[in-house]
DNA sequence: GATGAATGAGCCTTCATTCAT
DNA sequence: TATGAATGAAGGCTCATTCAT
């Protein structure tokens, strides 16, 4: 009984977390970050102006967690459309990885706009509390070991951090500005010069 | 006579817009872009609030503005470099070329901070009306024309772009965050990874 | 059975409301009345906030329930002290009361500075409901009958209140603002003068 | 031509700081200082809220100056009233000063109340920098050195030192708590008290 | 009695921009 | 050109208080 009632507001907290989450993220998406004001966040939300400040410090705090939230949400999918599909070896595999989710950010513009250069990698940044994340911290080991190359595993793990760089880098500057082409122009180049990389 | 004071004039205007410039550039440096009120800029530069104004359309348009100039100071100064050394073929030349960037900006986090990702390769802005520009943009030609690989002169476009963006993304990872790792061990990795592209 | 229940839940509620004001207490003390929100209190005292309203209208009400605690703890330690000694004639004993006190607070100046001037001489608030205090109303008379001084009762009275405004008033400066001096150099004159007052 | 028009800006200035001085003050007096907003302060001044902040750096900054302000006018006024008259003695005039001042805020409670006991006796603040003040200084050293008593030149400070603050809490509680009397009570038995401590 | 999530009025403060001088 | 006082919208944030559980 007592569990239960718990247990109801404990959900019922979590609803508005997620509420002002969500609102937070149509916002920032649509109107940008500085120009969204913590007033409409909550008013979106359908809460109070304290509430907000009940579950985030300040906006940099929401922002935070938001694109945390939204690049593990883009990863976890990429994970799962990859691990459905078979493929020739462990780089083209990553390739595919890669592809996926430049084409995903490709049809979501906005969203990149507002993830910025500020797409985390998710398993790169050092979030050990969050239970989330375990399967992607598992996807990445997954990568790492079955790469067939001439880099230590120190050098490795460096070598993909770039990668990663380079792909949101530049990836946003393509998308967003077209520049230096289109990505449909760009991307192919891109993934070559990776494969290029991974096999020397 | 009347030239003589239109010139003065110009020369005074010159100063305080420099002044400005000067100041903006020291406190956005030390205390951010967003936590500097013009307020402070113009008590700085020891200019009224109002001649701020005159010169600037507004806090963004003065930060584009210094952007470019430190931008173009740094890449200025690497070609300088470039220019005084003999090198055994133009890739080598165009590594010590970005060598020098990186190391440039090691010393000088706090400027890197500043200028964020936002650090313009210069030639790849559309800017045709500046006229400082034009032996940077002779500098990116003399590149472009001198490498001897099998891209085709739109790729190379395309690859050096990449390669630009990689080097700013990275190099400001690891330089302000140590990820992957600090720049000294980054650095190798990094320019040897480059070679590998443009030497196929 | 229903009276060792009830005899419980009472000291029960009696803890909680120790609690706060302990809490309350050591916050006001430390950092300010203004500063203190009631969240802390809640917090430090480890009840939930509604709780509080079930034993304090608000802030104010704590407060003045805390002042009149404090200021009354330390009067009952003077009488106490008082009553162990032997003393010449009534004005002494009054003065070493008055010296027991001021040499208190000298001790616990962050007390002092929560007390403010607000500080209650306790015989003086008209405080009938409290039953703690009837020793100290009895302490009180025998101060105002043993004077012997050419004042009429009902002058003797408004002295003394002159006295104790004078001592808080100035030791509050003293201690607090080390003005017109340290508490060491004003004390044996603010004594002697009312040594003075009383005996004319 | 400048000047005049730098004097006008000046005069202008002045203006402002004092219809906010005047605002805030009858603010102050009627719905006390935490109760009164800024932006009550500024509607009632007629100027922008921004205005405010130009001039004061926050609700105690102006409340300060505007203690130290009243302070000093009803210090003033005594002393001028002193001036015109003839006294027996030294002591009979420093009487007259004090009661002045008594009757002074018995008439303006509210007043009083604002003033609560930071009643500041000016001369005793260390402003040196106040020009306004320099008349009042004099005025003290009058006082001092003409009062013909045993107390050396030190102890003499600290005792009108402990006159003034015995007068500030005693009308102070006489006036707004009818404690222990009502002002027309305790007044005679004040000065009474005083001219016992200065004539011994 | 006890809880603590939710409230939302209310406050302070900043700052880009204007405009009379 | 240059000034800098004035503006006031805008926004962030706090906190005493309530009330369903």
Redesign the interface.
């Known amino acids: 009984m007592l569990l239960r009632k718990e247990g109801r507001r404990a959900q019922k907290k979590l609803i508005k977390e997620n509420k002002l989450l969500d609102a937070a993220y149509h916002l920032f998406v649509e109107k940008g970050i500085t120009a969204t004001a913590i007033d409409e966040i909550v008013k979106k939300a359908g809460v109070a102006k304290g509430t907000f400040y009940l579950y985030f410090k300040d906006k940099e705090d929401i922002l935070e967690k938001l694109i945390l939230k939204k690049s593990s949400e883009i990863v976890k999918k990429a994970l799962q459309e990859v691990s459905n599909k078979e493929f020739p070896s462990p780089v083209d595999k990553f390739l595919f990885f890669l592809e996926y989710i430049i084409d995903y950010l490709s049809k979501n513009r906005m969203l990149f706009r507002f993830l910025k ?1 500020d797409f985390s990698w998710v398993f ?1 940044k050092k979030i050990t509390e969050n239970d989330q994340l375990v399967e992607i911290k598992k996807a990445k080991e997954m990568f790492l070991k079955n790469f067939n190359t001439n880099y230590s595993q120190e ?1 490795l ?3 993909i ?2 990668i990663l ?2 792909v ?3 990836t946003y ?1 393509s998308i967003v500005n077209s ?3 289109p990505i449909e ?2 991307k192919p ?2 993934l070559s ?1 990776i494969r ?2 991974l096999e ?1």
Chains 1, 2, 3, 4 share one sequence.
């Open positions: 250069k790169y050098e793990e460096m070598v951090f770039m760089e380079l949101s880098s530049l500057s520049e230096p082409a122009k760009v180049l891109l010069t290029k990389i020397n």
